[in-house]
């Protein structure tokens, strides 16, 4: 027990004291590991010397003074109480050797009349008054102090005088003459002292910061400081404040190296820059030996454990204490070391950005190569890096080409906007000729994310310039031209004519085949909508991929394929679960443009709140100015959403949020045309939005992606028509929906019928609605659904069917507020389900009262309509019972009392 070795210590060295004053000269040597206390049993010693009757002289070795001549022997002698003609003659002495040492005379030792002459000044005094003599740290005194020290222990064993030495034994690296010298007297005793126990660390703990903290962390204090005093106060202090090693555990860690022997912080520092003890020796150009024994000494003073650093902090304090170039200069090294042994390029790539230096050809490779492993692996900020400093370290123009291209890819999925800076130089590349086909393609597609349409385009038509495409290049431009069907298809024409060759090379690449797969299937189902075989394909691919390097778009296309061919529900559990994996992997691009799938998804759901949260997400995870033109998804869905909930102040900004001009060249400029139509009809603007959907059919008819599950703009066209009145233009375009749609799409089926029974006689109105409920409830929208059963119950109070009106408006109401669509769910009030004829309840419906108290004020049927965003029909239904309830013929006889009374 190291607390027991200190008190039979203290006894053992006062028993000697005690024979030292009784004439009996005695020597001591205390020694042991760093941190166990050596110090403290030498003060105390120090302390009770008058209490013997002795008179006690201390000196401290210091590694800074360790060449400083008779530095130790000095401190003693001026501490010692002599004549001034004493104190004269033996500061002469001191003089005269430091010189003869610093002049080189003496070889390595001391002139013996002056070690003699020295010693007798001590031994004289002693005769007067019995001495302690206490040097601490004494592995570190000057080699001329430890000669004349060992030469007075030779002649003290009748003299009142103990010496006593406190040093690291067989811990220290430096020859240390007194230890062995010493230990050979027969008047020398040794005391040897040890780390704390576990028992005795955690009383220490208690001790210092509570009961509380050592009951949870005295074991771990233990595991990490090896029962080392030092670090064992430090981690006490850390834990009871932060609950972990912190900054006070490493600043004893450095404490603890500082004050041993220069080559074991030399070791250390090795150790913590490559993190294992192995090549350490190779590192620093010593020999194994020596590293081992350096190893070991550290180890035992609790610094160390097998593998390394007892604890990260340790190694993380130790590094950040080296001089930044010092430290670059061993990671340099160790780079090279580990390369030669056949490291993990990992670990090689690591000591490289470490180093900061990558001159060297094998040194990119490296990193290249580390970085494709990172990549694969998720861990997108390490790849990006290493590829950053290949790209700087690397001379070759062509292969700097490739690594920026890899870079812009990695810097994709952190944030598509960061790699906006590579553009310039990958482009100037190209036109010199160092940038391959497959990279020229990455380039094209990043030019038209960020809106530089013409330079992409100009881009695609160089390829058909170049002389021949290596595999790769062929490859990706089969890919890109099936992306490009289904992304921004008016760039295909600057793609140069496919061959066979470029088929075959595609179609010997796995990865390459199901990318293109998925994105030809995308583009079925944007020009035919529901397809059970395509869907089938979607989910089959869905199950083979992961969102590693290049698959991405392969996800995007098939999650987008199975909600554009009507099965938005079985595409939500995978998108749910690529974005768990996008979030695993660290990848924040990925994660949005996930969510902006999600948020699609949840829209043709009828999951409105879902939609917007998930929108919204995208749009924070990514802003918009970094979206490109693929803005137009997340901020056309918001829109979409935020008109459907009736949130008309909330999605103001992004309404009038600025978009890059060139995502109308975009399938994500369909997307926002879409979802600000329906925005701008929710906010009484038919005209705009008619407009805006005109625009988004002709783009789609232009395009040839106009199938009805994509964006039924007919239908919203249709509705905007009968805002505006033209009810016959709104039944063709209805109708002609229908036809489009019939058997494919019972959703889109379903929209239609509910706007064309908006077009048609009241008596055909009932009917309609039903059928629409119908497909709409096997479509899954229960947004929609909730729309046609809103209708249904007017239609059935305009029919006099009062009760099944109410019995219905109670499942609407349900379903409009489980949807959030709180326009429905206001507009539908209580007063609209009572089940009631109208002679029975004469009080008017919160929802009459309001569209009344309009028509008293003086608005038209279509101002109400836009005002209270419902139709003109439902406006026309909801004045005839107003006028009954209140047996009044016109608007002019409507009662006064009614303006200002709008809730």
């Known amino acids: 027990m190291a607390e027991h070795d200190q008190v039979q210590g203290m006894a053992l060295l006062r028993d000697l004291l005690n024979e030292a004053v009784s004439g009996q000269g005695r020597i001591a040597m205390v020694t042991g590991p760093i941190a166990t206390g050596k110090s403290r049993l030498l003060d105390g010693l120090t302390e009770h010397a008058f209490d013997h009757g002795a008179l006690p002289l201390t000196a401290t070795g210091s590694r800074t003074e360790r060449d400083l001549p008779l530095g130790v022997l000095s401190q003693l002698v001026h501490n010692t109480p002599m004549p001034e003609e004493h104190r004269a003659t033996t500061l002469s002495l001191l003089q005269e050797g430091a010189r003869a040492q610093l002049t080189g005379e003496t070889l390595g030792h001391m002139d013996v009349q002056i070690v003699d002459a020295l010693c007798t000044v001590l031994l004289e005094l002693s005769e007067r008054c019995p001495l ?34 406190g040093g690291a034994g067989r811990d220290s690296r430096r020859p240390f003459p007194l230890h062995a010298d010493l230990l050979r007297l027969p008047h020398c005793r040794q005391v040897t002292l040890a780390h704390l126990s576990p028992g005795e660390v955690a009383e220490r703990v208690a001790e210092r910061a509570g009961r509380e903290t050592a009951d949870l962390h005295a074991a771990r204090c233990h595991e990490l ?18 609950g972990a090693p912190d900054e006070r555990y490493g600043e004893a ?165 960061t790699p906006a800076g590579q553009l310039a130089e990958l482009t100037e590349a190209l036109h010199k ?211 459907a909930m009736s949130r008309h102040d909330a999605c103001l900004p992004h309404a009038t949020q600025p978009v890059p001009e060139a995502m109308l060249e975009t399938r994500f400029g369909l997307l926002y045309l879409y979802g600000k139509a329906r925005f701008t009809l929710m906010a009484g603007q038919a005209e705009q939005a008619l407009r805006d959907l005109r625009l988004c059919g002709e783009l789609t008819a232009r395009w040839g992606l106009d199938g009805p599950e994509f964006l039924p703009w007919r239908v919203d066209a249709a509705e905007c028509l009968v805002r505006l009145g033209d009810l016959d233009e709104a039944r063709r375009l209805a109708e002609e929906e229908l036809h489009r749609c019939h058997g494919r799409s019972k959703r889109v089926h379903g929209m239609a019928m509910r706007v064309l029974a908006a077009t048609g006689e009241a008596r055909h109105r009932v009917n309609l ?80 009262r309001r569209v009344a108290a309009l028509a008293a004020d003086g608005y038209s049927n279509r101002d109400i309509s836009a005002k209270l965003h419902i139709t003109v029909s439902t406006v026309e239904q909801h004045l005839t019972r107003v006028y009954r309830k209140l047996s009044v013929s016109r608007r002019a006889d409507l009662p006064a009392r009614l303006v200002g009374e709008r809730l």
């Open 225 to 242: 400081s090896g029962g080392n005093r030092l670090l064992v106060d430090a981690l006490a202090d850390d834990f009871r404040e932060t």
């Open 132 to 165: 302690l003599i206490v040097v601490d740290d004494a592995h570190h005194a000057d080699r001329g102090s430890q000669l004349c020290l060992s030469y007075l222990a030779r002649r003290v064993k009748y003299a009142k005088v103990m010496l006593v030495f």
């Open 433 to 643: 000729g160092h940038l391959g086909g497959g990279d020229a393609v990455v380039l094209a597609k990043a030019l038209l994310w960020h809106g530089h349409v013409a330079d992409a385009k100009d881009v695609l038509d160089h390829l058909g310039d170049l002389d021949e495409l290596d595999r790769e290049g062929m490859t990706e431009l089969t890919v890109a031209r099936a992306w490009f069907r289904g992304a921004s298809p008016s760039f295909l024409s600057h793609l140069p004519e496919p061959n066979a060759r470029e088929n075959a090379c595609a179609a010997h690449s796995l990865t390459a085949s199901r990318r293109i797969e998925s994105a030809n299937m995308l583009v079925k189902a944007l020009r035919e909508g529901p397809n059970t075989g395509t869907a089938a394909t979607a989910e089959r691919v869905l199950g083979g991929s992961q969102l590693d390097e290049m698959s991405m778009d392969t996800v995007e296309s098939a999650l987008l394929t199975l909600t554009y061919v009507g099965r938005a529900d079985r595409a939500a559990p995978w998108c749910d679960a690529f974005i768990d994996e996008a979030v695993r992997r660290r990848a924040p691009s990925r994660q949005a443009r996930l969510s902006a799938i999600r948020a699609e998804i949840g829209l043709r759901r009828g999951d409105l709140a879902a939609a917007a949260h998930d929108a919204r997400r995208a749009l924070e995870i990514i802003p918009p100015a970094s979206w490109g033109v693929a803005v137009g998804a997340p901020l056309g869905t918001l829109l979409w959403a935020g008109a």
């Open 769 to 848: 609605l039903r059928r629409s409920a119908d497909l709409l409830q096997a479509g899954g929208d229960r947004y929609e659904l909730a729309r046609a059963l809103f209708d249904l119950v007017e239609a059935y109070h305009a029919s006099g069917e009062y009760r099944r009106g109410g019995m219905l408006a109670r499942r609407a109401k349900a379903l409009a507020q489980e949807c959030h669509a709180d326009g429905l769910s206001q507009a539908l009030s209580p007063g609209d389900h009572d089940g009631e004829a109208p002679g029975v309840q004469p009080i008017l419906s919160d929802a009459e």
């Open 253 to 417: 860690v450095l404490t603890c190296l500082h004050g041993a022997d220069p080559d074991l912080l030399r070791v250390a520092r090795a150790l913590a820059v490559l993190g294992e003890p192995g090549p350490a020796a190779r590192l620093l150009g010593e020999s194994e030996a020596d590293t081992a024994q350096a190893v070991r000494t550290l180890t035992r003073a609790g610094l160390l454990a097998e593998s390394g650093f007892r604890h990260d902090a340790a190694r993380s304090a130790v590094l950040a204490a080296i001089d930044s170039a010092d430290r670059a200069g061993l990671h340099r090294r160790a780079a090279e070391l580990t390369y030669h042994d056949g490291a993990a390029v990992a670990v090689v790539a690591g000591h490289l950005l470490l180093a900061g230096h990558a001159g060297e050809p094998w040194n990119v490779s490296v990193l290249e190569e580390a970085a494709g492993h990172a990549l694969r692996d998720g861990r997108v900020e390490p790849a990006i890096e290493y590829l950053k400093l290949a790209w700087q370290g690397c001379a070759d123009e062509r292969w700097r080409a490739r690594i920026a291209t890899k870079l812009v890819r990695a810097k994709w999925r952190i944030n598509p906007s």
